[in-house]
């Protein structure tokens, strides 16, 4: 069996699945059942105040019969007052000296304010303190949350003021409401983080009631936006990941947190940059013991490798993460219709006909029967048709030998500017 223990900025953990700040770590009774189930860590409910209970606050997004796609919350911070949270944390760690608690904090921005409640915490014995620059309702109208967390000197500078009484690792959990994430990341780092988390919940209205008009969800007839995860976010999270583990500024490690709701998941995080990952809405929506199957597939899944540390892991998928203009514009894939397995129901044929590049042929095969064929030299590779179809293996992407030696977007440009200037052609400007 491979070993899961991780060790994030000095934070050890017996395994990379923690339970992200959100109501399942609310309270020590959860905390531990948690541990109980197998999770590895958890980051408790953000503390801070004010207390203030909003109701209603959650709303799902249903897609084609799959009941949480995506998950919409108008929630604040814990609904309890700190003295009681201090002391059931401390019970927990008693209890479970070796799993990983990290207490989540907001306060406003002022120093004296961060300074009091790091050092609150960390007489309780948690293993580490995360700083949530990143709730986007509620508190980001009193300048904390993602309010601080859109603005890198607003996050360097408290991270500044949290490391400067801190013992304990500080991760700072970063906001996905904003155009580049690296540039607070990378102000996290300066402000002296040991470790970033991302992504906090993403501006959202969940939806509106086509009889009441009301918005989903509604508090007295009014709505207000909230913040959106669960398993929609993921491909948002992912990018933001990678994006920060690519970037050789971010030189810290990566709690990965959006949509991860298994333990491929987990895997794909990991190997974009991850130490470790945080999960909200699939224990919210399946309970606790989705880690046993987390567990169980990622021990499975090292063992396969032959992989002895989940560890071994971390990054391997980064250098194959670019930009564009990197990629080789002379490969090409092209589809391949497997008439054995295809049922013929012309998904693809629609789908390449209406909205991609009409290459995909209905003919009759020598006994009368009708098949579908790619015209192989007018496919472009552009997936849709494999995206489409409803039968795994019935359409194929098959790499085809190119005429031309690999070549990138930026080569290309390169190497037209070299030929400009020996042929002595200058640019206009
Ligand atoms: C109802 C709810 C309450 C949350 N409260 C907090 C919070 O207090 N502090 C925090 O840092 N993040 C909070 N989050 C965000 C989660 O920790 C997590 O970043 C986000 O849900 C993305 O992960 P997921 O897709 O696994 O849910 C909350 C999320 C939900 C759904």
């Not at 709701?261 to 224990?283: I, Y």
Request: glycine share 10%; aromatic share 6%.
């Amino acid at each position: 069996m491979a070993d899961l223990c991780i060790n994030l900025a000095g934070i050890k953990s017996p395994n990379p699945f923690w339970l992200a700040s959100a109501p399942p770590t609310n309270s020590g009774y959860q905390v531990q059942r948690a541990f109980e189930a197998g999770w590895g860590g958890a980051v408790w409910k953000t503390l801070g105040e004010p207390i203030i209970n909003t109701s209603s606050r959650f709303a799902a997004v249903s897609f084609n019969g799959q009941k949480v796609a995506g998950f919409n919350n108008i929630e604040l911070i814990t609904d309890r007052p700190l003295e009681v949270n201090l002391k059931e944390i401390s019970e927990t760690k008693k209890r479970f000296p070796n799993n990983t608690i990290v207490a989540s904090l907001m306060v406003e921005p002022k120093q004296e304010k961060w300074h009091e409640i790091v050092k609150k915490v960390e007489a309780v014995g948690v293993d580490g303190l995360e700083l949530n620059f990143g709730c986007p309702h509620g508190m980001a109208e009193r300048g904390m949350g993602s309010a601080s967390g859109q603005v890198p000197a607003l996050v360097e500078k408290q991270t500044y003021w949290v490391k400067e009484v801190a013992k304990t690792p500080v991760i700072v959990k970063l906001t996905p409401n904003i155009t580049d994430i690296t540039a607070t990341a990378e102000a996290a780092v300066k402000g002296g983080a040991d470790a970033v988390s991302m992504i906090n919940t993403i501006n959202s209205l969940a939806g509106v009631d086509l009889d009441t008009w009301n918005t989903i969800p509604h508090v007295a007839g009014k709505g207000a936006h909230g913040g959106y995860c669960g398993p929609a976010v993921k491909p948002i999270a992912l990018h933001m990941v990678g994006e920060c583990a690519r970037n050789p500024r971010i030189n810290i490690p990566i709690s990965g947190i959006g949509g991860i709701s298994n333990w491929q998941n987990a895997v794909e995080f990991m190997l974009m940059g991850a130490s470790g990952v945080q999960v909200c809405t699939a224990a919210m929506h399946h309970g606790f013991r989705i880690v046993e199957d987390m567990i169980d597939g990622l021990n499975n899944y090292l063992d396969e490798k032959g992989i002895a540390s989940v560890m071994e892991l971390v990054g391997k998928s980064v250098p194959k993460y670019s930009d564009w203009g990197n990629l080789d514009l002379n490969y090409s894939v092209v589809a391949r219709i497997n008439n054995e397995v295809c049922i013929n129901c012309n998904k693809c044929h629609i789908a390449c006909e209406d909205t991609s590049h009409q290459c995909i042929d209905m003919l009759k095969d020598e006994k009368g029967n009708s098949i579908l064929k790619v015209r192989e030299e007018d496919c472009v590779g552009c997936n849709l048709c494999a995206i489409v179809c409803p039968v795994d293996g019935a359409i194929n992407m098959v790499e085809v030998p190119g005429e031309l030696p690999p070549m990138t977007w930026n080569e290309r440009q390169a190497a037209l500017g070299a030929l400009s200037s020996k042929i002595g052609i200058v640019k206009k400007s």
